[in-house]
Structures are given as structure tokens and as C-alpha cells.
Nanobody, 123 residues
Framework: HVQLVESGGGSVQAGGSLRLTCVAS????????MGWFRQISGGQRVGVAT???????TYETSLEGRFTISKDDAKKTVYLQMDNLQPEDTAMYYC??????????????????WGQGTQVTVS
């Protein structure tokens, strides 16, 4: 079982940047997929960006170019750099992990480990 803790959310003005951090503790299988999802109040949770243990990154198409996912395996940490933030990016952002290379990594249903979320507000 792995525990995930997110940080780095906050309030920014449109055009600003934030970097989210997700630290995993406990057992994390060497083959894994980790990623970021977001949920607008009252809406469904959707995939933002993921990265697997081979280093393959997958992005929601409309976000690629503004958002960048990266990881530090030694620290069991995944980052999400978000640039040129817009009000529509306002959401709760969640970190997720799965003990496999997920073939459709932006789909919520494949992940069994979730963090508590960090709020991002863009005005």
C-alpha cells in the first residue's frame, strides 16, 4: 500500500504558474504509473497528466504545452508544473498511483491509490 501526499496548490492570477508535488511513501512497485487528475466542484475527476516507470508521459491533449509532468524516482516524487494558468484550471488536483504500466493512463478507473488533493484557484 502506498500513501500519496500532494502539496503546492494555492491561489494565483491568470497567467501565473504553480508546481504541484506528490510524495509517495510506503511500498511503490518498480513498475508503476503515477499521475495527476483534477476535479472541478460538482464535476467528474479527469486525467491531467501521467508518467510511468519507463518515463513515458501522457497528457490530456488540451493541456499539453502548458502543463509538464516529471518525476524523481529516488524521492518517489512526481511533479506537475503548470504554466499560464487560466480560471478554467481551477479545481482540486489529485495525485494517483497504480502498481502497473497503465495502458490508458488518463482514465480514473485504473488507479487504486489516491492522495487527498490540493486546491488550485486561478482568478
Amino acid at each position: 500500500h502506498v500513501q500519496l501526499v500532494e502539496s503546492g496548490g494555492g491561489s494565483v492570477q491568470a497567467g501565473g504558474s504553480l508546481r504541484l508535488t506528490c510524495v509517495a511513501s510506503g511500498y511503490l512497485h518498480t513498475r508503476n504509473t503515477m499521475g495527476w487528475f483534477r476535479q472541478i466542484s460538482g464535476g467528474q475527476r479527469v486525467g491531467v497528466a501521467t508518467i510511468d516507470s519507463n518515463g513515458k508521459a501522457t497528457y490530456e491533449t488540451s493541456l499539453e504545452g502548458r502543463f509538464t509532468i516529471s518525476k524523481d524516482d529516488a524521492k518517489k516524487t512526481v511533479y506537475l508544473q503548470m504554466d499560464n494558468l487560466q480560471p478554467e484550471d481551477t479545481a482540486m488536483y489529485y495525485c494517483a498511483a497504480e502498481y502497473a504500466i497503465v495502458t490508458r493512463p488518463l482514465e480514473v478507473k485504473w488507479y487504486s491509490n489516491w492522495g487527498q488533493g490540493t486546491q488550485v484557484t486561478v482568478s
